[in-house]
């Protein structure tokens, strides 16, 4: 390529070589390098931008990849030009000062941007629009009619892009009778096998699309030669990518609808208005039926729905207790969430232990201890009663009116280790709403050790302690063999 430092010769050659392409009458070739413009042997501002004008004008006619990169080529000489140009330099202080550098740079930037504009299409954009609609499609979730829409999708580009590269595409691999969309008569069976293997649809739909995307870019499509190829595929990805735009999502249903199509409002026999999802929630919860109460829970944006569906797995207790459930209230639990963690108490989870542990000494917040104290309690965690025998410590910064719940905690757990510092509580402490919440826990412990650490206060000043000391002496006296 020149760049204007030529000899005559090459001149006179170059001469001689357009006079020979014009002989040559080639119609449809790309322009000869004759007719490329030379970057000046003067380079102002004025002759740089008669260059670029020159390059716009290739541009412009461009009809080939080869063109282009041709106008590419140039543009390198108008940047290496304009960097070793003598141009005047603006004035610092002066913000609207013309900068003829800065601007021959910006045509040159702009004249680029033509030119990758004017690229392609290739093969690899269909490709890439192929692989965005197939992940789409695997991602989303559909309601059934968006589901039979987005196949019907799949099903008109795979025809489409079987008829638009039948001579470079094998059409065994895209052909969209492969793709089997269902019908009426055969829904419910879809149905039952969906059900059996945890899917629908849509991963046949997906493959489908990943053999199109195979095939295409193992065609060998040249963006020149396949032009009108390559372009009817990209009109039948476009039509995809709309037709998956317009098929519903479950996104699209408001609340209600979706509670609808997922069976919600199915135990009430028919549909009411609000405030159906109470009267539904009650039945679900009458019937066991966790998944929904959960559906509720997450669906139902509302405080009011929400309190209703935390209480109803309260009442279920270990009813309402698998997996999901357990996964849903930990989550709540892990902020802190009371009621969540009353729940996980009566569901005994002891998937909640570890958690609930981190709270034992959440001194700052006497009302979340002891929901966690008797939630412990009921879940029966052995890994608290350590935590919890800490918390009788009178010396520590837990609230007396605490600490009688760590005790009786103890005494739901039930582990033996806690007799010595439930014993040592009741002899020792100051508040005889602990001492007597230590007698009451020693009594469910229930070993004879446990009980006659309790029965020896029968005398005891405090009516609540004398009385879990008279009732531990009576259950000696019932374990005690008859003569």
Request: hydrophobic share 40%; with cysteine; net charge negative.
């Amino acid at each position: 390529m020149s760049n204007g430092d030529d000899d005559p010769a090459d001149a006179s050659e170059g001469a001689d070589a357009a006079d020979d392409a014009e002989e040559a009458g080639g119609a449809g070739e790309s322009t000869d390098a004759a007719a490329a413009p030379t970057l000046p042997d003067e380079a102002t501002e004025e002759s740089l931008n008669e260059y670029l004008d020159e390059i716009a004008e290739r541009l412009d006619g461009a009809d080939t990849e080869a063109d282009l990169d041709d106008v590419d080529a140039l543009l390198d000489d108008a940047e290496e030009g304009v960097a070793e140009a003598d141009l005047p330099e603006p004035d610092e202080d002066d913000e609207d000062a013309d900068d003829p550098r800065g601007d021959l740079e910006d045509r040159i930037a702009e004249l680029r941007d033509g030119v990758e504009e004017a690229r392609g299409p290739y093969a690899e954009d269909v490709v890439d629009a192929i692989e965005a609609a197939a992940s789409t499609l695997g991602d989303t979730e559909w309601t059934a009619a968006g589901r039979d829409d987005a196949a019907d999708a799949v099903v008109a580009f795979v025809d489409a892009a079987a008829d638009a590269v039948d001579d470079g595409v094998d059409a065994d691999e895209i052909d969209p009778d492969t793709v089997d969309t269902g019908s009426a008569d055969t829904e419910a069976a879809d149905a039952d096998a969906a059900e059996e293997t945890g899917g629908d649809r849509t991963d046949d739909l997906v493959a489908a699309l990943d053999a199109v995307a195979e095939a295409v870019a193992g065609a060998g499509l040249d963006p020149d030669d396949d032009a009108e190829t390559i372009a009817a595929l990209i009109d039948a990805a476009d039509a995809l990518e709309a037709g998956l735009d317009d098929a519903e999502e479950w996104d699209d249903l408001e609340t209600h609808e979706q509670l609808r199509a997922q069976g919600y409002y199915d135990v009430l026999g028919h549909y009411k208005d609000y405030p159906v999802e109470w009267a539904a929630l009650k039945e679900h919860e009458a019937r066991g039926n966790v998944d929904m109460i959960l559906l509720a829970l997450d669906s139902l944006q509302s405080d009011f729905m929400e309190r209703h569906c935390l209480e109803a797995f309260e009442r279920m207790g270990k009813r309402g207790k698998t997996e999901a459930s357990v996964e849903e209230l930990l989550g709540r639990a892990e902020k802190r969430d009371r009621p969540s963690i009353r729940i996980l108490g009566k569901m005994a989870a002891e998937e909640a232990t570890e958690t609930l542990v981190e709270y034992v000494s959440e001194d700052s917040n006497p009302q979340l201890q002891k929901t966690v104290f008797k939630a412990l309690g009921e879940i029966g965690a052995a890994e608290a009663v350590q935590p919890l025998a800490n918390q009788l410590d009178p010396e520590s910064d837990t609230d007396d009116l605490v600490r009688p719940h760590a005790a009786r905690a103890l005494g739901l757990i039930g582990d033996t280790r806690a007799i010595d510092p439930l014993a040592g509580a009741l002899a020792e402490d100051e508040s005889d709403d602990v001492r007597a919440a230590a007698g009451w826990a020693l009594r469910q412990i229930g070993t004879h050790e446990a009980l006659e650490a309790v029965a020896e206060y029968g005398d005891e000043h405090s009516f609540i302690v004398s009385t879990e000391a008279e009732k531990a002496e009576r259950a000696l006296d019932e374990a005690a063999p008859t003569a």
